[in-house]
């Protein structure tokens, strides 16, 4: 199994993970176990291999989970929620610093779990790394800017953002680390309380962190259970006490666990949901650029992508010249194991590259054609990408969120096409378009503002930098994400208000004075 995998790559055994952390401790696991799967390596009787366990938890500890984000927050009254800003702030610093040591295990476990190129798996890290401390200067502004009093109409006002409450993150499989923490470190660092599922692949690569919770966060603060979403997610829900649910995933999922919660005006929904971004490639677009910017829009990480581009539309005028360029180099791209960092890599669900096929045949018996020589070639669980054309709205294609190796392509004359599928369209994330005549540009942005949340000229779809908004319409998104837009979703304003006279100015001057409130002051922390 482990021929020709570099040295410091190899999982020579099994990993056994059996903890998990819940009111500040790391707990041993004795229940059930899951296995956890690799798909990177085959053979001719197996399309995967298990690298590890997990523990299989139930609602009984589910249930344990929420009691002691419950009692960590105590309905804003409790150790963390109250804390000084620069108290919360001394907790992450310490937790990035540790979580720090853990890059080459998380790496390693990321490759193997999920199929992502090295050199993709390494940023996931590092740009997780970065956002937990752009987070961390992002909530010193804002601490700042509200370190002081307002006066209106004789009322006297100190505001700022509090937390919420109890909030239930549940992460992707495709970024199990980035998308996750994305959500889990701005709603803690903000006073909120946590309980944490990682999501059905990426499992194994938190296990090496959950020290760092431990050792970073007073009890409860951050929980950290494994299992199913239906044996934890769900009985969470139903009690009623989540204040925040925090999603990066489908949006059938999001519905159920909203549906299940007895009191939905008390649920915030924070949601990054599924898209199908499309590309509109103009009559005077650069082809060569553009191609480019397509392949990595539609192949990066073999499309797994919330952002990739899953359908292009190209003008009549320049049809055939795409084509031509963007099957050939398409078809000169490698596949291979994530440690040899190609672009293409295997699928990490056993499952998808028959998704794939039976979305080419659907599309092949209504009429369309794999243009490129190696498209929809199988070996286990690679799948060489297929450039389909021309696609049509009866095919399954046009319409489900491929999230993998398959791009549908359809031609037009007339730029309303594109934007009359994006009107339809239940999603709303992003679109690319390519083109230079700028009389022609303008009108089609001020359109395609308003029906996706990022118009991305001459560049593929993507969520970065992480300090822009990432967000959507319609059944893509709830609530924005950035460094900045994170904290606000995670949060809400509350203030100290009082007439403005002689008494109250005392009491103030003497509270900020003595520092005896958290909220009531004016300093700040550089
Ligand atoms: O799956 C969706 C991710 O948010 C995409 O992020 O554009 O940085 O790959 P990315």
């Not at 004795?30 to 690799?38: A, L």
């Not at 194994?204 to 979403?229: H, Y």
Request: net charge positive; charged share 25%; aromatic share 8%.
């Amino acid at each position: 199994m482990n021929i020709n995998i570099p040295e410091k790559y190899k999982i020579t055994k099994p990993i056994k993970h059996d903890t998990f952390l819940i009111n500040g401790k790391i707990n041993s696991w004795k229940g059930e176990f899951t296995n956890v799967i690799t798909t990177i390596l085959s053979n001719e009787n197996k399309d995967h291999f298990v690298i590890g366990t997990t523990p299989k938890m139930d609602e009984k500890h589910a249930l344990k989970a929420l009691d002691a984000a419950n009692n960590a927050f105590s309905n804003g009254t409790g150790k963390w929620p109250t804390m000084k800003v620069y108290e919360r702030i001394k907790c992450m610093e310490a937790f990035v610093q540790m979580m720090i040591l853990k890059r080459n295990e998380v790496v390693k476990l990321l490759m193997w779990e999920i199929g992502k190129n090295l050199k993709d798996s390494e940023k996931e890290f590092d740009r997780t790394v970065d956002y937990i401390k752009d987070t961390i200067d992002e909530y010193k502004t804002i601490d700042r800017k509200g370190a002081n009093f307002q006066n209106s109409s004789g009322v006297r006002a100190i505001i700022r953002r509090g937390p919420l409450g109890v909030v239930l993150c549940l992460g992707p499989y495709n970024y199990p680390l980035n998308e996750t923490f994305a959500l889990l470190i701005p709603a803690i660092i903000m006073g909120n309380t946590a309980i944490f599922k990682p999501a059905k692949h990426g499992v194994l690569l938190i296990a090496p962190l959950l020290e760092a919770f431990e050792k970073s966060f007073p009890p409860g603060v951050v929980n950290i259970v494994f299992g199913r979403g239906r044996e934890i997610a769900s009985p969470i829900m139903k009690t009623g006490k989540i204040n925040v649910l925090a999603l990066i995933g489908h949006s059938s999922s999001a519905i159920s666990l909203q549906d299940l919660h007895p009191q939905k005006n008390r649920l915030r929904l924070v949601l990054g949901l599924e898209a199908k971004n499309p590309a509109i490639i103009l009559e005077d677009a650069d082809i060569d650029l553009t191609v480019d910017e397509c392949i990595s829009g539609t192949l990066s990480y073999n499309g797994q992508r919330c952002t990739a581009l899953k359908i292009l539309y190209v003008h009549d005028k320049v049809k055939d010249e795409f084509l031509d360029k963007f099957s050939k180099k398409i078809d000169k791209l490698k596949l291979g194991l994530p440690w040899e960092n190609t672009l293409l890599t295997p699928l990490p669900e056993p499952l998808k590259p028959n998704y794939i096929s039976d979305l080419i045949e659907d599309a092949k018996n209504l009429g369309a054609e794999v243009i490129n020589n190696k498209g929809g070639e199988k070996h286990k669980n690679f799948v060489f990408p297929a450039i389909l054309y021309p696609v049509n709205d009866k095919m399954r294609v046009y319409k489900e969120e491929q999230f993998g190796p398959v791009i549908p392509v359809i031609s037009f004359s007339d730029v309303s096409k594109p934007i009359d599928f994006m009107a339809e369209s239940n999603y709303g994330q992003q679109v690319s378009i390519f083109g230079k005549d700028v009389s022609v540009l303008g009108p089609i942005i001020d359109s395609l503002v308003n029906l996706v949340c990022r118009v991305n000229l001459n560049s593929a779809c993507q969520r970065g930098p992480d300090i822009y908004p990432f967000t959507g319409r319609k059944d893509s998104a709830v609530s924005t994400l950035s460094v900045h837009d994170a904290l606000r979703s995670f949060s809400i304003r509350t203030f100290v208000a009082s007439k403005d006279n002689n008494l109250n100015k005392n009491i103030l001057r003497e509270m900020i004075d003595s520092k005896k409130s958290s909220f009531v002051r004016t300093d700040y922390y550089l």
